[in-house]
């Protein structure tokens, strides 16, 4: 099982990006989806979740300007980006509970996509 990130890149503050994500291999079924960050000097933290039904939960500082989605057809995850700060730049992760039988599950993590906000 792989994920894959795309969509990183440059931007300037209170601009926009998309992050996708798509998981590809061996795959029964996808559980909790999400994104993680990393900035340089600091612990990987959450940025948000989303459940297979939807449900989401968010870190506080990106509320109301992220937000995930999925397509469980096509076993994507998707964070759009609004509203960009400096303090958003880092490298983020895409997060996966996947089920690879009916009896196991494991996590997996993408290797990483950079987004860098210039002020």
């Known amino acids: 099982v792989q994920l894959v990130e795309s969509g990183g890149g440059l931007v300037r503050a209170r601009g926009s990006l998309k992050l996708s994500c798509a998981a590809s291999?061996?795959?029964?079924?996808?559980?909790?989806m999400g994104w993680y960050r990393q900035a340089p000097g600091k612990q990987r933290e959450l940025v948000a979740q989303i459940t297979s039904g939807g449900s989401t939960n968010y870190a506080d500082s990106v509320k109301g300007r992220f937000t995930i989605s999925r397509d469980n057809g096509k076993n994507t995850v998707d964070l759009q980006m609004i509203s960009l700060k400096p303090e958003d730049t880092a490298v983020y992760y895409c997060?996966?509970?996947?089920?690879?039988?009916?009896?196991?599950?494991?996590?997996?993590w993408g290797k990483g996509t950079l987004v860098t906000v210039s002020s």
């Open positions: 291999g061996s795959i029964f079924r996808i559980n909790d």
């Open positions: 997060n996966a509970f996947i089920q690879v039988n009916r009896n196991y599950e494991f996590e997996y």
